[in-house]
């Protein structure tokens, strides 16, 4: 049974970083593609950053380039995402996600940024 839950989200200020842990069960994060989403209210949920299962290469958002910085800890199976530099605009709820074959989902986790 494939598990993903979130962690790390929170009030938050403009101008301040986050990071965001997701801990897998029922399948490695060394082979799959992992994922971060996220979903604003109103808004369609939108992938903000990706991490391939050969070679662990990341993949960002325009809008999240050079601020926010996936990875994964293989021998613990975690994903992280390290957000920075923190904006109204990235209030949302996050979500971390696993493709294989069909995509895993977690339950998410609430970032709002707010002064």
């Known amino acids: 049974q494939v598990q993903l839950v979130e962690s790390g989200g929170g009030l938050v200020q403009p101008g301040d970083s986050l990071r965001l842990s997701c801990a897998v069960s029922?399948?490695?994060?060394?082979?799959?593609?992992m994922n971060w989403f996220r979903q604003a209210p109103g808004k369609e949920r939108e992938r903000v950053a990706l991490?391939?299962?050969?070679?662990?290469?990341?993949n960002y958002l325009d809008s999240v380039k050079g601020r926010f910085t996936i990875s994964r800890d293989n021998a613990k199976n975690m994903v992280y995402l390290d957000m920075n530099r923190l904006t109204a605009e990235d209030t949302a709820v996050y979500y971390c996600?696993?493709?294989?074959?069909?995509?895993?989902w977690g339950r998410g986790t609430q970032v709002t940024v707010s002064s």
């Open positions: 991490i391939t299962g050969a070679g662990g290469i990341p």
């Open positions: 029922g399948l490695s994060v060394s082979i799959h593609m």
């Open positions: 996600s696993a493709l294989r074959g069909v995509m895993y």
